[in-house]
């Protein structure tokens, strides 16, 4: 009963589902560093970028970015020319397996992606609708306090360091959390009660605010 029950989910997997599936999979395998050289190329590479817009504006970064592709295409391509001419060989264009593969997004997984878009968009709507329109006091004064801690943040840093500072945490957290996983829990444990604490006696101060149900 188990066996038909996977093979029908197997089946009933769409192409779309296994190609998310699968690209999840990839990130995950980047962020927690399964292969060194791969996720050491794209960490690189995403790092020098964000760097180099800190420096030099969008469109000269892409410009020098794909220059330097132009040359290394050009050259390789030129080079594999004069070899198959000295060796009297027809191997054919060295980039043509390649130029075949269809690198496309599928109207399927577009609209897949489009649809999961809306639905969170729309969800932040409401929520910030909420938040805005003080449905519930003790939440609307939470993200108060985070805007404000906000303000100081967006004084320290530009978006750029942040996005910097983020691709940073985002290839460095999931190791240490992997390694240190217990410890991080428990002191995360013990600041989420101080804080759930705190606003809990503030909410007990305020008249009319009353506490969530659990």
Known sequence: M???TNADNTTSMTTSEMEIKHWKEQVVDLLYWRDLQRTGVVFGASLFLLLSLSVCSIISVISYVALALLSVTISFRIYKGILQAVQKSE?????KMYLDKDFGISSELAHKYGDT????FNSLIKELRRLFL????????KFAVLMW?????????????????GLIG???WPVIYEKHQ???????????????DVFGKIQAKIPGAKPKTE
Request: aromatic share 10%; charged share 15%; proline share 2%.
């Open 170 to 172: 985002a290839f460095s």
């Open 134 to 141: 003080v449905e519930d006091l003790v939440d609307s004064l």
């Open 2 to 4: 188990t066996m038909h």
């Open 182 to 196: 217990a410890q991080i829990d428990h002191y995360y444990g013990l600041v989420n009660k101080q804080i759930k």
């Open 149 to 165: 801690i906000l303000t100081y943040v967006g004084a320290l840093f530009n978006g750029l360091t942040l996005l910097i500072l």
């Open 117 to 120: 878009a809306l639905a969170h």
């Open 91 to 95: 191997d054919g264009h060295p980039f």
